[in-house]
């Protein structure tokens, strides 16, 4: 089977065309008769978005970082089963007593896919790039003092104070690369690479990016011979193209299609719950949000699983709290139970007269918040509240959540895998990204304390209370966690669907 | 004749020049930060002002309109904020995708538009004239995105004939770019074909009344050849014009149907580039569609004024 | 409310010797598809104005429970992907799509018929300064303009009416210009500009009576036209407001659920579809009867300086679309 598209590629260049029909039966990528060096055998992935650009450090965008995933390393790396941090290309650390120096010890023998080893100059290097260009991941290095390369396999980082979550920060996911030193300076990142991963990138069109295998991966050479990641917005198509064969995987899967999905032979569907969610937020400075007991009634007058069901059929699961059932940092809490008649007694109570209005802040760049608006919307309107359903392109979105400008909105908050990079941003009183004005000396003093506590056990015990009084003060609304939907084609191994919707094809062999 | 062109040219540079003044001001009135945009959700301030002075954003906006100008008109449209690639790259790599559907879908206007106006036309207030009259006007009134459902829903789901979107580039594979270009072809292609039905009907009408054709018929020539040598031809060259001004529009990107087919054409380059107030995309993407659109009308201006120089005057 | 119902009133004023709307009305009304194409008008206006008696269901009754039901008794377009009464959501559609329509092109040519009127008359700088602009604004690709139009303002109902009305602004100028400079230098204008007639009583009592036909016609093609751009921008997220049913809004929800409930994207088309239709065919047929001189000397021929305006009309036509 794998010399087949081999020839089929070779005749086609030397024609002048690529694989016409030789394609149909044969279930390789074979509508790309340009894939590279062994032409075969490629794997060919059909995600939802062209990246924006491929430089690991400016990048924000998803579809970017599902193709970094596979060409880019970082010191550390989330586990697939439950999102603790793992070694990556640093094989081993310390923490002093005080914690605020931490010594990384690099992994021997990782090879750059331009020949050159790995050193500490390198991650010194990356992460300085990041802090001295001020580029977007530049606030996880608030804490850090300097970075430096005490010899060749040794990092030391000296923090101003204890930053317990350092691991994530550093390794949570690609946007912490590791490049060779003067990288930046020598390519143009932004459409070349040169990182440790198990593909490097061959080249990028605007229908596709296309990866080969790298023979030198410290981890050993990848299976498939090269990764074509194809851009297929519609997801009627990429499901067509998995069918038919000429995808073997993708990601582009609407919630509506799961149930008939299931019972399609001819897919092989994956989902396992995601540590995204979804919220709503109401603005604490404008009245009567400001009153607590309104947000409590608007939450208790809100049916979760019907917003959840609307929303994303029988992808998602609703939760009170952030993070669902099954990660480390999950709070059991669910103190609201849909009660119309509770919650106007709850608004009547405090003191607030109906019919009021509320204008709701959703995008189109996120479609689900515009349906979960409108179940909303339904849901208030008993309550004698109308809501003003307002969607607006992201870009305004954000400039009106930025000045504050909203009554509430939805959104949601994405990748989650350590509590401080969800909690404290959002809930500290003035944080960065605490746009909805929650301030709580209670919430406050339990965040302050997670942040700098080192044992783990007890650090998720102040992270339970902050959570339950951010649920019980309705400084967000959250309304449930949807899952990862991937679908692939039977029989393909060693591909692992993961909560924090890391797309890694290292190991992944083709189905016969 | 010079006189004429010189001036048609010089009105068309000025109003290119309005064109780049009105796209640069209204991207700048968009509310909404492209700097925010490019750094997601989470970021400080450091991150942003830096990557506001990268960016050129805080120059005061005359400087930043001349800069861009001065570039565009040496052929540099700028880098995109987004991907940080140079805008002529976007556009060019888009190119084939656009090229692709505006060609295939002029071919099936033609198929569509030349034997259904001239058969109109031959027989005026026939069932064909008739037939075709009504034709026409569906077509230019079908929504072109429904038109695209439909066509998804019949073909691409109940008989699974053609791809249900998605561009397979030429280079890649012939058969499927063939196949992925049939349904948006179609949709594109039957409202162009409407348009230029109509008009071929009246051209051929046209023809059929110019003097030299009435005098060959008088002659008695065989209707047949009447139609080929006299009337066809005459008919062709107000046809190619207009299916020029056509071309055009294919060209400037048909953003719904790119929507519907998922098609990655300069359409859904420009939605984007405003969605992401993208604003050197964007404003290379609208230039680049004046510029192709009065290009192509001074073009069939000066088809016409050939062709009648009473027009020039 | 209705092309056709504006006509009469629009043709009254067109002279005062002869009840020319009275003509006009009963040669339309022996055209037949002009005839049928107003029968549906006044169908549409009918149902936007007793949208609430005639909706079997509120428009917003969402019950996730019945979503996505196929076509039945109690729901005889079926159900969307929030439980929604289809049938009801494309009735009350039909109210936003006319006023919408209306609104925009009554913008269009409020502004347009003023800029090429004014172009017309004075000719020289001024023509070539707003006509300049107008051109500005027609090398912008139609919906694109609308968009970025719509990105400055913010999405919403009487923003996509602006959005619209000033994508179509310079059709407007040009056939209104066009027709100016026809009636200009005729004799009865030079006649009354020679006896001292003000500007404003000679575009008010000559040019602009006599120019008004071909601006009725463009109107109600026009009137197509915005019905569709509405549509357009709903699809694309940036018209009509959910849950306000608007039948383009309906068609880019029920475009995720193709293989599913193919009513939710198949009836509110085929409302655009019937609407739009109906507006050209009026539009054809008061063509045909306002302006006959055109067709006749269309069948004719012998018109080979008026195919370039042709020519423009057809890029007019296709830039909407």
Same mark, same amino acid.
């Given at each position: ?133 001020? +580029? ?6 608030? @804490? ?23 691991? @994530? ?19 143009? +990142?932004?459409?070349?690479?040169? #990182? ?23 981890? #050993? ?253 309705? @400084? ?37 | ?313 | ?56 269901? &509120? ?46 092109? &009554? ?88 006896? &001292? ?58 475009? &995720? ?65």
């Amino acid at each position: 089977m794998r010399a087949l598209p081999a020839i089929a590629a070779l005749t086609a260049a030397a024609l002048g065309l690529a694989g016409c029909g030789a394609g149909e039966g044969v279930d390789t990528g074979q509508g790309s008769g340009g894939s590279p060096g062994e032409g075969g055998g490629a794997l060919v992935a059909a995600i939802s978005a062209q990246p924006d650009q491929l430089d690991p450090h400016k990048t924000t965008a998803y579809a970017s970082f599902q193709v970094l995933e596979n060409v880019y390393d970082t010191l550390t790396v989330p586990s697939a089963e439950d999102q603790t941090m793992q070694p990556s290309l640093a094989e081993s650390w310390e923490t002093s007593d005080d914690g605020l120096t931490w010594t990384f010890t690099l992994r021997e023998g990782v090879e750059f896919h331009d020949g050159s080893e790995l050193d500490a100059a390198d991650v010194v290097y990356s992460f300085n790039r990041i802090i001295d260009e001020e +580029l977007a991941n530049s606030y996880r290095f608030t @804490s850090v003092a300097d970075i430096t390369a005490k010899d060749d396999r040794t990092v030391v980082f000296q923090l101003k104070e204890p930053m317990p979550n350092l691991l @994530s920060q550093v390794g949570e996911f690609k946007g912490m690369a590791i490049l060779p030193e003067g990288a930046a300076e020598e390519h143009d +990142l932004a459409t070349e690479a040169v #990182g440790t991963g198990p593909f490097t990138l061959q080249g990028s069109t605007a229908s596709a990016v296309e990866l080969k295998a790298f023979e030198d991966h410290w981890g #050993g050479e990848p299976t498939v011979p090269a990764v074509e990641f194809r851009f297929v917005s519609e997801p009627t198509a990429a499901l067509t193209a998995l069918r038919s064969g000429q995808v073997h995987w993708t990601d582009n899967v609407p919630a509506q299609q799961i149930e008939a999905l299931a019972s399609d032979d001819s897919v092989e569907l994956g989902q396992t719950p995601s540590v995204d969610y979804w919220y709503m937020a109401m603005n604490l400075e404008k009245p009567p949000f400001d009153k607590r007991e309104v947000r409590r009634a608007i939450a208790t007058a809100i049916d979760r699983e019907a917003v959840t069901q609307a929303a994303k059929f029988d992808a998602a699961r609703p939760n009170q709290t952030a993070i669902p059932e099954g990660s480390f940092w999950h709070t059991d809490y669910e103190p609201f139970e849909p009660d119309i008649a509770a919650a106007k007694k709850m608004l009547a109570d405090a003191g607030v007269s109906t019919p009021l209005r509320m204008g709701l802040m959703v995008t189109s760049e996120y479609p689900e918040t515009v349906t979960a608006a409108q179940v909303i919307a339904s849901q208030l309107e008993p309550l004698g509240i109308t809501v003003d359903i307002q969607t607006e392109e992201f870009a305004t979105w954000l400039a009106r959540q930025g000045e504050g400008d909203f009554d509430a909105f939805l959104l949601g908050w994405v990748g989650n895998v350590d509590p401080y990079g969800f909690y404290h941003s959002q809930h500290r009183t003035g944080a960065s990204n605490n746009y909805q004005g929650y301030s709580n000396p209670v919430t406050d003093e339990l965040l302050d304390g997670a942040a700098v506590e080192r044992d783990q056990d007890a650090r998720k015990k102040l992270y339970d209370e902050a959570a339950k009084t951010i649920v019980d003060d309705v @400084s967000y609304l959250y309304l449930y966690n949807p899952d990862v939907v991937q679908a692939w084609k039977p029989g393909l191994q060693g591909y692992t669907i993961r909560a924090d919707k890391a797309v890694n094809f290292e190991n992944v062999e083709l189905p016969e | 004749m010079s006189g004429y062109l010189l001036r048609r040219a010089g009105q068309s540079a000025v109003v290119l020049l309005g064109v780049a003044i009105a796209v640069f001001a209204l991207m700048h009135l968009v509310p909404g930060d492209p700097v925010r945009l490019a750094l997601g959700t989470r970021f400080d301030q450091a991150a942003y002002d830096a990557l506001r002075e990268r960016a050129g954003l805080d120059e005061p906006l005359p400087v930043q309109f001349l800069g861009w100008i001065g570039s565009a008109v040496t052929g540099d449209l700028g880098v995109s904020f987004r991907s940080g690639e140079p805008v002529t790259m976007l556009i060019v790599e888009r190119l084939p995708a656009t090229v692709s559907l505006a060609a295939a879908s002029i071919l099936v206007a033609l198929l569509i538009a030349v034997p259904l106006g001239t058969l109109s036309a031959l027989r005026p207030r026939s069932f064909v004239d008739s037939a075709g009259t009504v034709v026409s006007q569906v077509g230019i009134s079908v929504p072109e995105f429904w038109m695209g459902i439909l066509l998804i829903l019949l073909f691409a789901g109940v008989l699974d004939w053609f791809p249900p979107g998605g561009y397979v580039p030429l280079s890649e594979d012939p058969v499927g770019w063939l196949r992925s270009l049939v349904l948006p072809a179609l949709t594109t292609g039957l409202v162009s074909g409407s348009v230029l039905t109509r008009f071929t009907r009246s051209s051929v009408l046209e023809a059929l009344g110019a003097d030299h054709v009435r005098t060959a018929r008088a002659k008695g020539l065989p209707a047949r050849a009447v139609l080929r040598w006299h009337v066809l031809r005459n008919a062709l060259l107000p046809l190619v014009t207009v299916t020029g001004v056509q071309l055009a529009y294919l060209l400037s990107g048909v953003v719904v149907v790119e929507i519907v087919f998922a098609w990655p054409g300069l359409g859904l380059l420009a939605l984007q580039a405003v969605q992401d107030r993208d604003y050197p995309v964007l404003q290379g993407a609208v230039l680049l569609f004046a510029f192709v659109f009065l290009l192509l009308n001074l073009v069939v201006d000066l088809l016409y004024s050939r062709l009648d120089p009473r027009i020039s005057a | 409310m209705s092309a056709a119902a504006d006509a009469p009133a629009r043709g009254r004023a067109l002279t005062a010797e002869v009840p020319r709307w009275r003509v006009t009305l009963g040669l339309l009304a022996r055209t037949p598809t002009a005839a049928a194409a107003a029968l549906v008008l006044l169908t549409v206006v009918l149902v936007a104005l007793f949208d609430d008696q005639l909706a079997p269901a &509120g428009p917003n009754d969402v019950d996730v429970q019945a979503r996505l039901q196929g076509p039945s008794a109690e729901h005889p377009f079926g159900t969307d992907d929030l439980g929604r009464d289809v049938l009801s959501r494309v009735l009350l559609g039909a109210q936003v799509s006319l006023r919408v329509g209306l609104v925009a092109v &009554g913008i269009s040519l409020v502004v347009g018929t003023l800029v090429g009127t004014l172009a017309g008359f004075y000719g020289r700088w001024v023509d070539s300064l707003l006509m300049r602009l107008m051109d500005v604004l027609f090398a912008f690709p139609a919906l694109l303009l609308a968009i970025a139009v719509l990105a400055v303002l913010g999405p919403g109902a009487t923003n996509a009416m602006i959005a619209i009305g000033i994508t179509y602004t310079p059709v407007f100028a040009r056939v209104s210009r066009a027709a100016v400079l026809g009636v200009r230098e005729q004799v009865y204008v030079r006649a009354s500009r020679s006896v &001292g007639a003000s500007d404003a009583r000679l575009l008010l009592r000559h040019v602009l009576p006599n120019a008004a036909p071909p601006i009725l016609v463009q109107t109600s093609v026009s009137l197509a036209f915005a019905v569709l751009a509405e549509a357009a921008l709903s699809f694309a997220g940036l018209g009509i407001q959910p849950p306000a049913p608007s039948w383009g809004g309906m068609l880019a929800s029920g475009r &995720g659920f193709l293989e599913q409930a193919w009513w939710m994207a198949v009836f509110p088309g085929l409302a655009i579809f019937l609407l739009v239709l109906s507006f050209n065919l009026l539009g054809d047929g008061l063509r045909d009867v306002l302006d006959p001189q055109q067709r006749s000397a269309m069948e004719a021929g012998r018109r080979r300086i008026r195919s370039r305006g042709k020519a423009e009309a057809a890029a007019d036509a296709r830039g909407a679309a």
